[in-house]
């Protein structure tokens, strides 16, 4: 461990606040204090002028659902179940056995809330977040959801949408709970949705973006930054009922995103091009764009302030490092951390432990696999694997429908689909050496240049991998056959009537006649067809 409450001086000991606030595919230009010209993020700005504003801060997952895993759990995703985004399948579920960022701080006598957007397992009441360690759950479990015509769970009830726009409801339900938690400390783990799809936002802010961009940027990017303010002016309000409530400088706050923007048609024939720092890489790759996102970090009058940290730093090292702050030891059954405790860092001492530390990434669909969409980071240099494109692609027939249902219907449960792709044997691209001290924006390979340094790193990345998916298949088998035993006395909805108006036809073969094809025989999955029994990938 880098830092331990004994380092810290004795005044600094009581337990603090912990706000942890998690935007959704903001990237690391989606800021002003990170270079972008257009957008106004007046309270982030200021917070980094409070704290550090790091540089160089890796998401650990390159997508939703994985990325968040890491955060929750201070472990690296494959370990954890969550390897992918299709709720449907359970590749977004945490096994049961891994211990969430609600259990630690409930643990150390925490009141804990997960207000906004989980995505860590869904369909089963068992992997809701209030049943993961989270005294509240105000929000939604699926990956997306409608800003203004959102349903959102209060734990096991339901809150139909009221007027307010999503973000303003999940701050006006943060700045409640502050104000609750009086005597307590607390630990609230906020995660927006902004600026995440469907592209909603206030229409005065649109306005204001509008007349503000260059006429070549498209109308999604006029309503991306509107969404982006919009989120920043909620959390001034947030702040400033820390302020209030005299808890501002007991509380240590974290900002960051779960993975870089997506850049690209947005899905209507427009673009989300925009502003993105010159980095290589989107949402979904581990190319610097994909992985690298923004991080503030701020604790009045304990953490120096103005400071910009270069050194790099990845997203499982938040939980460790926040709970090192209550002195508490880990819950029964916790799991060793990933990630390191870097309160040093945050003291402005010295830390040359994490200059030389790896940082590994791998993201494909469905079943993981080693050398595809993958990477390792050490010092400067970076070890990159290109993503196997037919090993990215998304089976959006199959996959999709209960996602898009999930966006503006109330959440539902409904047993998984255990199927995934076997991709058999595949070949894959050669690595690619970057030196990001020279080349941030991953543009020279010099893998040529450097045939030992491929060959170390490589190796390392190796040995990584097969640990952590011998994990993945132990936490795969545990969450599956948790589902089969939670279904056999339950009765499961027809998914033929669940998804009426949600097929994706355009996804069928060529030739289907939507008005007579039965869909359950287009689209494989659904589980009143004999499962397919491939739950040992």
Same mark, same amino acid.
């Given at each position: 461990?880098?830092?331990?409450?004994?380092?810290?001086?004795?005044? !600094?000991?009581?337990?603090?606040?912990?706000?942890?606030?998690?935007?959704?595919?903001?990237?690391?230009?989606?800021?002003?204090?990170?270079?972008?010209?257009?957008?106004?993020?007046?309270?982030?700005?200021?917070?980094?002028?409070?704290?550090?504003?790091?540089?160089?801060?890796?998401?650990?997952?390159?997508?939703?659902?994985?990325?968040?895993?890491?955060?929750?759990?201070?472990?690296?995703? #494959?370990?954890?179940?969550?390897?992918?985004?299709?709720?449907?399948?359970?590749?977004?579920?945490?096994?049961?056995?891994?211990?969430?960022?609600?259990?630690?701080?409930? #643990?150390?006598?925490?009141?804990?809330?997960?207000?906004?957007?989980?995505?860590?397992?869904?369909?089963?009441?068992?992997?809701?977040?209030?049943?993961?360690?989270?005294?509240?759950?105000?929000?939604?479990?699926?990956?997306?959801?409608?800003?203004?015509?959102?349903?959102?769970?209060?734990?096991?009830?339901?809150?139909?949408?009221?007027?307010?726009?999503?973000?303003?409801?999940?701050?006006?339900?943060?700045?409640?709970?502050?104000?609750?938690?009086?005597?307590?400390?607390?630990?609230?783990?906020?995660? #927006?949705?902004?600026?995440?799809?469907?592209?909603?936002?206030?229409?005065?802010?649109?306005?204001?973006?509008?007349?503000?961009?260059?006429?070549?940027?498209?109308?999604?990017?006029?309503?991306?930054?509107?969404?982006?303010?919009?989120?920043?002016?909620?959390?001034?309000?947030?702040?400033?009922?820390?302020?209030?409530?005299?808890?501002?400088?007991?509380?240590?706050?974290?900002?960051?995103?779960?993975?870089?923007?997506?850049?690209?048609?947005?899905?209507?024939?427009?673009?989300?091009?925009?502003?993105?720092?010159?980095?290589?890489?989107?949402?979904?790759?581990?190319?610097?764009?994909?992985?690298?996102?923004?991080?503030?970090?701020?604790?009045?009058?304990?953490?120096?302030?103005?400071?910009?940290?270069?050194?790099?730093?990845?997203?499982?090292?938040?939980?460790?490092?926040?709970?090192?702050?209550?002195?508490?030891?880990?819950?029964?059954?916790?799991?060793?951390?990933?990630?390191?405790?870097?309160?040093?860092?945050?003291?402005?001492?010295?830390?040359?432990?994490?200059?030389?530390?790896?940082?590994?990434?791998?993201?494909?669909?469905?079943?993981?696999?080693?050398?595809?969409?993958?990477?390792?980071?050490?010092?400067?240099?970076?070890?990159?694997?290109?993503?196997?494109?037919?090993?990215?692609?998304?089976?959006?027939?199959?996959?999709?429908?209960?996602?898009?249902?999930?966006?503006?219907?109330?959440?539902?449960?409904?047993?998984?689909?255990?199927?995934?792709?076997?991709?058999?044997?595949?070949?894959?691209?050669?690595?690619?050496?970057?030196?990001?001290?020279?080349?941030?924006? !991953?543009?020279?390979?010099?893998?040529?240049?450097?045939?030992?340094?491929?060959?170390?790193?490589?190796?390392i990345y190796d040995a990584w991998f097969g640990k952590v998916f011998a994990e993945w298949r132990q936490s795969r088998h545990a969450i599956l056959d948790h589902d089969r035993e939670y279904w056999k006395d339950r009765r499961a909805p027809d998914p033929a009537v669940l998804f009426k108006d949600y097929w994706r036809w355009p996804a069928a073969p060529k030739g289907t006649n939507r008005q007579t094809a039965d869909p359950l025989t287009i689209f494989r999955g659904y589980w009143n067809l004999p499962q397919p029994g491939n739950h040992k990938p």
């Open positions: 461990m880098v830092a331990t409450m004994a380092s810290l001086p004795a005044a !600094e000991i009581q337990k603090p606040n912990i706000l942890f606030i998690l935007a959704d595919d903001l990237g690391i230009g989606d800021l002003r204090c990170y270079g972008n010209p257009f957008v106004e993020t007046p309270t982030l700005d200021a917070l980094a002028q409070q704290g550090v504003r790091f540089t160089d801060h890796y998401s650990p997952s390159a997508l939703c659902a994985p990325a968040r895993a890491g955060f929750l759990t201070g472990r690296f995703n #494959h370990r954890t179940g969550a390897v992918d985004v299709p709720s449907n399948r359970g590749l977004d579920r945490m096994s049961l056995s891994e211990k969430t960022f609600g259990d630690y701080f409930r #643990h150390a006598g925490y009141a804990t809330a997960l207000i906004g957007k989980w995505h860590n397992g869904l369909y089963c009441r068992d992997h809701l977040p209030h049943r993961r360690g989270f005294d509240l759950f105000y929000g939604f479990p699926n990956g997306g959801q409608n800003y203004w015509k959102w349903h959102l769970m209060r734990n096991d009830a339901v809150e139909k949408h009221d007027g307010r726009y999503l973000t303003d409801a999940l701050n006006d339900e943060a700045i409640s709970f502050i104000r609750a938690s009086k005597g307590k400390p607390f630990a609230l783990f906020l995660a #927006h949705h902004a600026p995440h799809s469907p592209f909603q936002a206030p229409e005065a802010l649109v306005q204001k973006y509008r007349r503000r961009l260059p006429k070549n940027a498209g109308e999604t990017v006029a309503i991306i930054y509107a969404m982006i303010e919009a989120m920043d002016a909620g959390l001034a309000r947030v702040f400033q009922t820390l302020k209030d409530e005299g808890l501002w400088e007991r509380t240590v706050i974290v900002f960051t995103s779960d993975n870089g923007a997506q850049l690209g048609p947005d899905g209507s024939g427009g673009s989300t091009m925009r502003y993105h720092g010159g980095f290589s890489g989107n949402k979904g790759d581990v190319g610097e764009q994909g992985i690298r996102v923004p991080c503030i970090v701020a604790w009045p009058g304990r953490v120096p302030a103005g400071r910009v940290v270069t050194t790099p730093v990845h997203g499982c090292d938040w939980l460790p490092t926040l709970y090192s702050a209550t002195g508490a030891p880990p819950p029964a059954g916790a799991k060793p951390f990933d990630g390191l405790n870097v309160m040093s860092l945050l003291l402005g001492k010295p830390s040359p432990s994490l200059e030389s530390r790896v940082l590994p990434f791998q993201k494909n669909r469905y079943l993981p696999v080693a050398h595809s969409d993958a990477a390792i980071r050490r010092d400067r240099w970076k070890l990159l694997w290109p993503g196997v494109p037919f090993t990215m692609k998304k089976d959006s027939g199959r996959d999709n429908p209960s996602y898009e249902r999930g966006v503006v219907e109330p959440h539902w449960e409904m047993p998984l689909d255990w199927e995934l792709a076997d991709f058999g044997d595949i070949k894959t691209e050669k690595p690619r050496l970057f030196d990001l001290a020279a080349d941030p924006a !991953e543009r020279h390979d010099v893998a040529a240049q450097h045939p030992d340094l491929v060959a170390e790193l490589a190796k």
